[in-house]
């Protein structure tokens, strides 16, 4: 972190939804920067360099899946896209850009300063992955220097496919990751397809350290975007 | 006025004299022709008759063949029903001696005709002579004289082996017999061989002196005559008895086929299968192609979309068709008007004016002309024509009912959206207006009450608005289906996270085997499907009752159930509830607009799939829903090693 109170730049049109916001966001600790066209949001990417940027995917002069795109080229500053149900595809666009999260209208604000803390986090470390080799939510224990998961302190046994897909949604921790990542990076470029293997990997890995695979609690499903693993 | 006419060139001169009087009369005209039954038409004289019908119908008549045996009868009984006040026939142009032998067709007319006038008009001096006519059903053929022949020698040869037992009169007795035997078989010619032929054998076996022609008394030659009267006249008689029973099973028969497509026609659902029913029963009676041709939206006839073409139409055919559409008279091949077509096309009538064309492309298009041919087929067009008519007004009141049932359901939508939007409005209007406006009166606790309150009232108008939006898109066919094999566990998890709170008055079992297949569907649709039906569940029933959901393999599908034990749904509404707008009767409104169901439904149906309710055995509600297995299931992922992680 840059300072002490990040600084927050939020794009969006709606006078409403900058209301709400700026009073959320400064009533916890963020400095906020508002814009209300895609231009003047660059002009103070460039210009302000924000610690995070909150987009809003329906600007009125440019197509925020763009903005992320061409944001992209020369800045990694991290962008949670703002969006309203029910566009599944424009989140996954939006991410496949170079998105880092997202939040859907409505949202509350206990979720909208959970996805900015994993935002700040992950972008205070160096690169994805170079994360601390322990990583623990409830009784989940991920012990990545001794390939070793436990949940309330007993050991679970894994398969190699199983240990990498939750090991790479733990590098990730706390973001949405999309399908398509994920059936890259654990079955290799060729298996981008074949959705059902991580279907089936995730309720595997599911029964085995969720208290109820009915209802899980750190294996979380983002419904046509992707999964998401929560780490608080 | 009625112009009677007959095939035979003095028609058109009839025809032309009556155009000239009806004028003159300024009254309508009927042209009109009695064919007589089991009497085959020469070709040459079958085309002047169709030029003078043809004729007749351009010059503004009305034309009717009838069929019958004594054509004057036909003619004035015709005429009584149709309040016809005169008459015009013909001169014969046949000798006199044909009507003291067979009766004259004019005398009967006149005598018969009472009040009308009848007019009698020269035909043409040089008339050609009609063509000679088969009386008989078809030319014997040799054999039958053969046969007639034999019939008699079998005759003979009975009596000569019975003739002591026989009196003589027994003898002519069975002659007779054979003489009838032979007329119900065969036609005139060997009737009357047989007759004669029966006489002589007669005379020359039986009758004294026997084996000569010579007669002993002069008593048997009136025997003789009137044998000879009695067998000529049995056979004359039999052979009409049998015309008129060949008439009456050609008469059957159409009568039969018309009776079939009219049947047919009643059983038949809309515009397209009627046009197949009628078109099929007018190909195997006409031995036709045929194509229904209706007006589209700019009067134009035109192949009626969704109906197979059955003849090729080109430029000339539709010009033809459109032809007869306009004036309502035949066109075609074989008629004198717009020539060029290769098919006859007939104005289909119906009650309102005209509904469309038929046309029939025949191998032989002059014999539909045919008179006899041409009215029934006149009969089955407008057979047709009242079907096709009733299956337009069908359509009709159906597409206004479906516009009433529309009007009605926006009516209802508005008034449960500005119900259902403002009740969650007012509650937050009134919330958040008393914490701006009296902060300092309201405790702590009063005021997180009425914060809660705001959030949730506005949780609740999101849901409503979504499950709009969802209907919307379910309504519109917009509805995207990308389905996925997963298993069922993962949108039945993200339902029950995504309800979270709204679920701790009830507790959800979730009991799926675990050997349940992976299903094709699209994750965020059958989650809305998993929502809809827990709120459902939460909605209608009282808390603490528990929520099942199951899951179960079936042949080429998966089951899957959500079963209360609540109240249950009232009896014979358990269709009704998928309906939109649906609330159960007798229940306190709750919240929703009564399209949760509905949206399910829609979901289901656009997986292949089928979603139904019924009363749970124990009490309660359950409901089913099945999903396709369709298409192959995918293949399994790599099998691995079950090696634990972190032995090593």
């Known amino acids: 972190m840059t300072t002490l109170r990040p600084l927050v730049l939020l794009i969006e049109d709606e006078p409403q939804m900058r209301r709400f916001l700026r009073t959320a966001l400064e009533s916890h600790e963020y400095k906020l920067v508002e814009a209300v066209t895609a231009r003047e949001g660059l002009a103070h990417v460039a210009g302000r360099n924000p610690d995070v940027i909150l987009l809003d995917l329906g600007l009125p002069d440019m197509d925020g899946v763009d903005l992320t795109r061409q944001l992209r080229e020369w800045s990694r500053t991290p962008v949670i896209v703002i969006s309203a149900r029910g566009r599944e595809h424009d989140k996954i666009a939006a991410l496949d850009a170079g998105a880092d999260d997202y939040l859907t209208k409505p949202f509350a604000v206990g979720e909208l300063l959970a996805r900015l803390r994993v935002a700040l986090r992950h972008a205070s470390a160096a690169a994805p992955g170079e994360t601390a080799p322990v990583f623990t939510v409830g009784d989940l224990v991920v012990d990545r220097a001794k390939r070793q998961v436990t949940v309330g302190g007993r050991e679970v046994h894994l398969t190699p496919t199983e240990y990498k897909l939750l090991v790479t949604l733990v590098q990730y921790a706390g973001r949405v990751v999309l399908q398509r990542q994920l059936l890259r990076e654990v079955w290799g470029i060729n298996a981008i397809q074949h959705t059902h293997y991580l279907r089936v990997y995730m309720a595997q890995l599911r029964h085995k350290i969720e208290p109820d695979p009915a209802r899980p609690r750190w294996l979380l499903t983002e419904p046509g975007v992707g999964y998401r693993l929560k780490d608080e | ?258 009776y079939a497509m009219s049947r047919e026609l009643a059983g038949a659902r809309g515009l397209t299968e009627i046009m197949r029913v009628a078109a099929l029963h007018l190909r195997d009676t006409f031995g036709a192609a045929v194509q229904f041709l209706l007006p589209d939206a700019d009067g134009r006839v035109v192949i009626p979309a969704g109906s197979p073409q059955a003849f090729p139409l080109d430029e000339t055919e539709r010009g033809v068709a459109e032809w007869v559409f306009e004036h309502a008279r035949p066109g075609g091949a074989g008629t004198a008007h717009p020539a060029g077509a290769r098919a006859v096309y007939l104005p289909v009538p119906a009650s ?195 929520v099942d959901i199951t899951a179960r393999a079936v042949p080429d599908a998966v089951l899957v159930t959500v079963a209360d034990r609540g109240p249950g749904i009232p009896a014979g509404e358990e269709g009704r509830v998928f309906e939109k707008f649906y609330r159960p009767t007798g229940v306190a409104a709750t919240s929703g607009i009564g399209l949760g169901l509905a949206i399910c439904r829609g979901i289901v149906t656009a997986h292949g799939g089928r979603i139904w309710a019924e009363h749970r055995p124990g009490g309660g509600a359950a409901f089913h829903f099945t999903l396709p297995l369709s298409g192959p299931p995918p293949e399994a992922p790599p099998a691995e090693p079950e090696t634990a992680v972190g032995m090593q």
């Open chain 2, 352 to 546: 309102g004016g005209l509904i469309g064309v038929v046309g029939l492309k025949a191998s032989d298009p002059a014999r539909l002309q045919e008179p006899l041919w041409r009215r029934q087929l006149e009969t089955f067009a407008a057979q047709a024509g009242v079907a096709l008519e009733r299956a337009i007004l069908a359509e009709r009141a159906q597409h206004e009912q479906v516009e009433i049932e529309a009007e009605r359901l926006r009516t209802s939508l508005l008034s449960s959206l500005s119900h259902d939007l403002r009740t969650p409005l007012g509650a937050i209007t009134g919330a958040a207006s008393s914490l701006l406006e009296s902060p300092g009166s309201l405790t702590e606790e009063g005021r997180r009450d009425l914060l809660a309150m705001v959030l949730e009232e506005a949780q609740r108008m999101n849901t409503l608005i979504g499950n709009l939006l969802d209907m919307i898109r379910v309504e519109s066919g917009a509805l995207q289906v990308g389905k996925e094999w997963l298993p069922l566990e993962e949108p039945v998890g993200v339902a029950l996270i995504r309800l979270g709170d709204r679920l701790k008055d009830h507790p959800v079992t979730v009991s799926l085997p675990p050997d349940l297949p992976l299903v094709p569907v699209d994750d965020v649709l059958l989650e809305q499907v998993f929502m809809n039906l827990l709120e459902n569940a939460v909605k209608y029933t009282p808390p603490a009752t528990p």
């Open chain 2, 1 to 258: 006025m009625l112009v009677c006419i007959g095939p035979n060139p003095a028609g058109s001169r009839l025809v032309r004299a009556g155009k000239r009087m009806a004028v003159s009369l300024k009254c309508d005209w009927i042209v009109l022709f009695v064919e007589p039954p089991a009497q085959r038409i020469a070709p040459a004289d079958r085309d002047m008759l169709v030029q003078n019908l043809q004729l007749a119908q351009d010059l503004g008549a009305q034309t009717v063949t009838l069929s019958g045996r004594v054509v004057a009868d036909e003619v004035l009984a015709y005429a009584r029903a149709h309040n016809v006040t005169r008459i015009i026939a013909g001169k014969p142009t046949h000798p006199r001696w044909r009507d003291k032998l067979f009766g004259s067709f004019l005398d009967r007319l006149i005598r018969g005709s009472g009040d009308v006038d009848v007019h009698v008009i020269t035909g043409d001096e040089d008339a050609r002579r009609a063509a000679p006519r088969h009386t008989a059903g078809h030319p014997a053929a040799l054999g039958e004289y053969v046969l007639a022949a034999l019939a008699v020698a079998l005759c003979t040869l009975v009596n000569f082996g019975a003739f002591r037992y026989l009196s003589l009169t027994d003898v002519a007795m069975v002659y007779l017999l054979g003489v009838g035997l032979v007329a119900a078989r065969y036609s005139r010619g060997p009737s009357v061989l047989a007759s004669f032929l029966s006489i002589a054998l007669f005379d020359v076996f039986f009758v004294p002196p026997r084996f000569t022609f010579a007669v002993s008394d002069v008593r048997y030659l009136l025997t003789f005559a009137v044998m000879l009267g009695t067998a000529l006249a049995i056979s004359t008689l039999t052979l009409r008895i049998r015309e008129q029973a060949v008439t009456a099973r050609d008469r059957e028969r159409r009568t039969a086929t018309l």
